[in-house]
Every structure is written in structure tokens, then in C-alpha cells.
């Protein structure tokens, strides 16, 4: 299953992290204005400017790559809802008596899906029951393959019903590793260290100025903490505050529909 990251206490140790920064840079700007009071900022304006558009695009592409996945999630949960939907409603071609049986499995076999995701921070409980999918699964398919080939079966019953299970077996990887698709881990290393390098540079900038804006310290900070704490989010959506659990519910549906 996939490592949850938490993006809170990587939030809050960015948080203070920039504050001891800015103050960190501001610092050094005012020891070297006392050494050197007209040169001491002339010529550095290209340096921040580029690290500063640096870590704006890297930011930028973050983001937009974590809303990507996050939207990607969210059609693989449709797409299983409808897998699932599509091969139960195909169980009717297997013969009536085979019917009662196979339709229990696949009861299961969805309640074991919504476990599987509503556990998703345990990772003990989703590994069990990955496994008992994966057993339902196998049972499901050789209850079908077997009662598609009985008299009293639909005459295309294996080449309706089989393929439509495939579908179904196979969503399951797809979302599994849909679930652990996430940038390289030193993509967030370089948005937590290139984040305390801009605040130092921009408490350096500052300090130009013999009155500490507080304002523009908090501002610079929070901005760019909550930004970092929302792509952080995307990426686990099942642990922070923007949930994917919502979507889930098209699989409750479908399992409600099986009553």
C-alpha cells in the first residue's frame, strides 16, 4: 500500500523553519549593512529574482501534477464502480441456480473494497484485506467460469460475463498503484529546503529597512506554507483535509444496489 506522508507537521516545521530564516537572513543583512552600508545590497537583485522564479515553478509544477493524480483518483473510483456494476448485472446469464451464490461472493468482494479504503491509514488492516479481495476474486472466477459452461447458462455467458470480470480484477491494480504514483521524494526535499532558502534571502532584502514589517514576514511565510501543505495534500488525499473519500460513495451505491 501506499506510505502516507502527513502533511501537518511537515507544514508547521516549514512554518517555524521560514520564521527562523527570515530572521536568520535579516541578521546577516544587517551586519553587512554596518560593514557596508552602500554596497552591501546593490547587485543581489538577480540572485533572489532567480531563485525566487525557481522555486515559484517548481511549486507550480508540483501543484499542478498533484491536482492531475488527484483527478486521475477519482475516475479510477468511478471506473471500478462501474467494472463491479457492469459484471453483476452479468451474473443473470449464468444459470439461475449458480446465480445466489456468486451474487454473495461479489457482496463481499465490494464490502472488501470499501474496507480496504476506509482503513487506508492501517496499514495491517488494508494489507488484510487486499488479501481477502484477492481470494474473493479467484472464487468469484471460478464459480463463473464453471457455471457459464452448466446447461441453463446464457449461450454467450462466457464471453459476456468473463471479460467484464477481468475488468473488474484488473481496475484493482490500476487504483493500487494509481494510489502510490507520486513525484521523487527530493522534489519535497527541495520544496522544504528551497523554501528556507527564499527566507533567507528575503530576510536579507529586509533588512534594509531599520523597522521589521511583521506583516509581510507573516504573509510570506503562511503563503508559502499553505501552498507546500496543498499539493501535500493531493497527493495523500485520504489523511489530510481535501478527502477523496467523498467518491467512495459511488461504491456504496453499487453495493446498496446488490440488496
Same mark, same amino acid.
Given at each position: 500500500?501506499?506510505?502516507?506522508?502527513?502533511?501537518?507537521?511537515?507544514?508547521?516545521?516549514?512554518?517555524?523553519?521560514?520564521?527562523?530564516?527570515?530572521?536568520?537572513?535579516?541578521?546577516? *543583512?544587517?551586519?553587512?549593512?554596518?560593514? @557596508?552600508?552602500? *554596497? #552591501?545590497?546593490?547587485? +543581489?537583485?538577480?540572485?533572489?529574482?532567480?531563485?525566487?522564479?525557481?522555486?515559484?515553478?517548481? %511549486?507550480?509544477?508540483?501543484?499542478?501534477?498533484?491536482?492531475?493524480?488527484?483527478?486521475?483518483?477519482?475516475?479510477?473510483?468511478?471506473?471500478?464502480? $462501474?467494472?463491479? *456494476?457492469?459484471?453483476?448485472?452479468?451474473?443473470?446469464?449464468?444459470? %439461475?441456480?449458480?446465480?445466489? #451464490?456468486?451474487? @454473495?461472493?461479489?457482496?463481499?468482494?465490494?464490502?472488501?473494497?470499501?474496507? /480496504?479504503?476506509?482503513?487506508?491509514?492501517? #496499514?495491517?488492516?488494508? $494489507?488484510?484485506?487486499?488479501?481477502?479481495?484477492?481470494?474473493?476474486?479467484?472464487? /468469484?472466477?471460478?464459480?463463473?467460469?464453471?457455471?457459464?459452461?452448466?446447461?441453463?447458462?446464457?449461450?454467450?455467458?462466457?464471453? +459476456? %460475463?468473463?471479460?467484464?470480470?477481468?475488468?473488474? =480484477?484488473?481496475?484493482?491494480?490500476?487504483?493500487?498503484?494509481?494510489?502510490?504514483?507520486?513525484?521523487?521524494?527530493?522534489?519535497?526535499? +527541495?520544496?522544504?529546503?528551497?523554501?528556507?532558502?527564499?527566507?533567507?534571502?528575503?530576510?536579507?532584502?529586509?533588512? #534594509?529597512?531599520? $523597522?521589521?514589517?511583521?506583516?509581510?514576514? /507573516?504573509?510570506?511565510?503562511?503563503?508559502?506554507? =499553505?501552498?507546500?501543505?496543498?499539493?501535500? @495534500?493531493?497527493?495523500?488525499?485520504?489523511?489530510? %483535509?481535501?478527502?477523496?473519500?467523498?467518491?467512495?460513495?459511488?461504491?456504496? @451505491?453499487?453495493?446498496?444496489?446488490?440488496?
Amino acid at each position: 500500500m501506499d506510505r502516507e506522508i502527513a502533511a501537518w507537521p511537515i507544514a508547521v516545521t516549514l512554518l517555524i523553519g521560514m520564521l527562523v530564516c527570515l530572521e536568520f537572513g535579516r541578521y546577516l *543583512g544587517a551586519r553587512r549593512l554596518a560593514t @557596508d552600508p552602500q *554596497g #552591501a545590497m546593490s547587485g +543581489l537583485g538577480a540572485v533572489e529574482g532567480a531563485m525566487f522564479g525557481l522555486y515559484g515553478l517548481l %511549486l507550480a509544477f508540483s501543484f499542478s501534477g498533484a491536482a492531475g493524480r488527484y483527478d486521475a483518483r477519482r475516475q479510477l473510483i468511478v471506473e471500478e464502480a $462501474n467494472a463491479i *456494476g457492469t459484471a453483476y448485472l452479468r451474473v443473470d446469464l449464468l444459470p %439461475l441456480e449458480t446465480q445466489p #451464490a456468486v451474487r @454473495d461472493q461479489f457482496r463481499g468482494y465490494v464490502d472488501s473494497r470499501l474496507a /480496504i479504503y476506509r482503513q487506508f491509514s492501517d #496499514a495491517a488492516a488494508v $494489507n488484510l484485506e487486499l488479501s481477502r479481495s484477492e481470494k474473493l476474486q479467484k472464487a /468469484i472466477w471460478a464459480q463463473s467460469v464453471a457455471a457459464s459452461a452448466k446447461p441453463g447458462a446464457h449461450t454467450e455467458a462466457g464471453k +459476456l %460475463l468473463l471479460p467484464a470480470l477481468n475488468e473488474m =480484477i484488473d481496475i484493482t491494480a490500476t487504483r493500487m498503484m494509481g494510489t502510490r504514483m507520486h513525484p521523487p521524494s527530493i522534489i519535497y526535499v +527541495l520544496l522544504f529546503v528551497l523554501a528556507l532558502i527564499c527566507s533567507v534571502l528575503a530576510g536579507h532584502g529586509m533588512a #534594509a529597512s531599520k $523597522n521589521r514589517s511583521v506583516l509581510h514576514t /507573516i504573509a510570506f511565510a503562511f503563503i508559502t506554507v =499553505i501552498s507546500v501543505y496543498v499539493v501535500l @495534500d493531493l497527493e495523500y488525499p485520504r489523511s489530510g %483535509l481535501i478527502r477523496i473519500d467523498t467518491f467512495d460513495q459511488v461504491l456504496v @451505491d453499487v453495493r446498496e444496489s446488490m440488496n
